[in-house]
């Protein structure tokens, strides 16, 4: 690597400003992208507590002179880019110079050991809160090894905002797997104490690495594809509509070997996959785009997540074709390895155009109650001096119309079935009996950081029902879940709880409070709105209803049932 200097000032005034170091996962990220940077072949990552107690970077690469590493640390010292001129055509990931001293200043010291190939021998240095505290000759392999001490420890502010080690270790092994696959030519090992998080053999294609992420079965349906265009050409890999998620989590766009969040090119993919899949539904896919230097921008976002694209339309288009071509021609799968742990077990078929996440079938019924002075009903009388109800139809897929005594109801039919099912679940789970044995035990294919979610949610989950253990590889085979109804017995269904429970709402793997989390799985597999229901099945949600102990607000607190009196009725029609 070229010599590092000292940015001038109109130079560092042209960089995006912002602070880069959110979390543990960072500094993983801006010390790995140095290692590729110093083309390294192969980047161990070490950490301890989730990155809070220690990360260390080991790579084989070209290493620093003792010169420069004095220099590595200082604000604005880069050997990547001279002047503002180079900002224009970035081909390194790194450029601005500021990483090094950013996470020195956040941490309690810094070490690091470093050689380059024609020196006999490597350097040492300390830093203590990102003031240089010793430095020496040492020895030392070819490259650089980093390690950084307790983070944020002099920002407290910073550190009370981090999750636990668990939680930071899924972030760090997100950032690992978007290295990984699309530097499939470098070797990463990423792990905690004994455990290995993440690992992945050089290779000459990325094949290696989306066997481990997607899983055999999945990775056999997807479907390769190439495009090219002026000053920019696309590879990549799209998933078949039978592997699909309930978030965009396994879609990965890189530009220029960086992982962004392109919103062209995620719209083309898209839209390419509509028609196809149901609603809310996301494919897997990978899509790599290499694009001349000058045709893109990396510097509008400190984090360099997002960029800016010339020849946006065009690519899109291009884009667009190219992948719905592939979904409609299996012509072209990708070449897999066969999976280590054999044969995977028959997955029953998902039923996918019944299930959302629960994030968005609570969203859905959550559509706001237009007539504020018309409250909630109030008191409840028992269960059995409860009023009939006469139902006279639904409206807008969403509320049940109905009389009673008192005057005119309405019902949110998701907010009924929800409390239903939460007031069932919760008897279940009192009376141990939430459990409920699967026929057929069904395989899940988990991604590296699910791996590490279900280890520390294992208790809590075999607490409502979830009976599970590891098959070999990235696939675990579940033999019971909670008694949700057939409806869950299915890997895509068992996958989207699992996933839930993991990435969404307050509940935790330790939270003592159980009624989160059959809150949650409350909320799946029940009636959503915008389905239509026959009198039948009204009258069967009302009569369930009317069973509840506490049929007035949904599990979330939020009504299930409005009453306009005879008084509010005057009061519309201007009789009082
Ligand atoms: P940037 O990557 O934007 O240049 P950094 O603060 O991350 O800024 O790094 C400063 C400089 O230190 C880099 O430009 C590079 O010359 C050198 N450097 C950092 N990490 C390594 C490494 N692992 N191997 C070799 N050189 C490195
Ligand atoms: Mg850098």
Redo the contacts with the bound molecule.
């Keep these: 690597?070229?010599k590092?200097r000292l940015l001038d000032e109109d130079t560092i005034n042209k960089i995006a400003a912002g602070e880069v170091i959110e979390r543990p996962a960072s500094v993983v990220k801006?010390?790995v992208?140095?290692?590729i940077?110093?083309n390294?072949g192969r980047v161990l990552i070490e950490v301890k507590d989730g990155g809070k107690g220690f990360i260390k970077?080991t790579?084989d690469?070209?290493?620093?002179g003792a010169e420069?590493l004095t220099?590595?640390?200082q604000k604005h010292?880069?050997?990547?880019?001279r002047d503002a001129g180079d900002l224009e055509r970035i081909s390194?990931?790194?450029?601005?110079?500021?990483?090094?001293?950013?996470i020195a200043s956040v941490s309690r010291s810094v070490e690091v050991r470093?050689k380059t190939r024609d020196s006999l021998s490597g350097t040492y240095l300390r830093l203590e809160n990102g003031k240089i505290a010793e430095t020496k000759e040492t020895g030392c392999p070819v490259?650089?090894s980093?390690t950084v001490w307790d983070l944020f420890y002099n920002v407290p502010a910073r550190r009370k905002h981090l999750k636990g080690a668990e939680a930071e270790l899924v972030h760090i092994t997100d950032i690992i797997t978007e290295l990984a696959i699309i530097h499939f030519d470098i070797a990463f090992d990423l792990f905690t104490g004994k455990r290995t998080l993440f690992k992945s053999a050089k290779s000459d294609s990325w094949d290696d690495v989306l066997l481990r992420l997607f899983g055999l079965k999945a990775l056999q349906g997807m479907a390769a594809l190439q495009a090219e265009g002026r000053g920019w050409s696309i590879s990549g890999v799209v998933g078949d509509a039978l592997n699909l998620r309930s978030s965009p989590d396994r879609i990965f766009i890189f530009v220029n070997g960086r992982a962004v969040s392109s919103k062209a090119i995620a719209t083309a993919l898209r839209d390419a996959y509509r028609n196809i899949i149901p609603l809310g539904k996301s494919p897997m896919a990978v899509i790599s785009l290499e694009i001349s230097p000058e045709l893109v921008d990396v510097n509008v976002h400190p984090a360099k997540r997002e960029i800016r694209l010339m020849h946006e339309d065009e690519i899109s288009s291009v884009l667009f074709q190219r992948v719905a071509e592939a979904l409609s021609d299996h012509a072209k799968p990708v070449q897999a390895m066969p999976a280590s742990s054999g044969e995977l077990g028959e997955q029953s078929l998902a039923d996918p155009g019944t299930f959302g996440t629960i994030a968005q079938s609570c969203e859905q019924s959550t559509l706001p109650i237009e007539m504020t002075e018309m409250a909630p009903a109030e008191a409840m009388p028992p269960n059995k001096e409860r009023p009939k109800l006469k139902i006279l139809g639904q409206i807008l897929k969403l509320y049940i119309v109905a009389v009673s005594e008192q005057g005119l109801v309405l019902v949110d039919q998701h907010a009924a079935a929800e409390r239903i099912r939460f007031e069932r679940l919760t008897k279940l789970y009192q009376s141990r009996s939430i459990r409920q044995e699967l026929a057929e035990p069904i395989a899940i294919e988990l991604s590296p950081s699910e791996k590490i979610m279900i280890s520390s949610w294992q208790e809590t989950l075999e607490d409502i029902g979830f009976e599970f253990s590891p098959f070999g590889g990235n696939t675990y085979s579940v033999r019971a879940v909670p008694a949700l109804g057939r409806r869950l017995e299915s890997a895509e269904a068992v996958h989207d709880i699992l996933r839930d429970l993991f990435l969404r709402g307050k509940v935790g793997p330790d939270s003592t409070n159980r009624d989160d989390i059959l809150k949650l799985l409350a909320c799946r597999g029940s009636i959503k709105s915008g389905k239509e229901l026959t009198i039948a099945e009204m009258n069967r949600l009302l009569q369930d209803l009317g069973e509840c102990d506490n049929p007035l607000t949904c599990p979330h607190g939020r009504p299930v049932m409005v009453v306009i009196d005879q008084n509010q009725l005057e009061r519309l029609f201007g009789r009082r």
């Excluded at 690469?61 to 620093?64: A, F, I, K, P, Y």
């Excluded at 010292?77 to 880019?81: D, E, H, L, V, Y």
């Excluded at 390194?92 to 950013?102: I, Q, V």
């Design positions: 690597m070229a590092i801006e010390l992208e140095n290692s940077d110093a390294a970077i790579d690469g070209c290493g620093m420069d220099l590595a640390f010292a880069t050997s990547k880019i390194t990931l790194g450029f601005r110079g500021e990483a090094l001293a950013s470093t490259g650089t980093i």
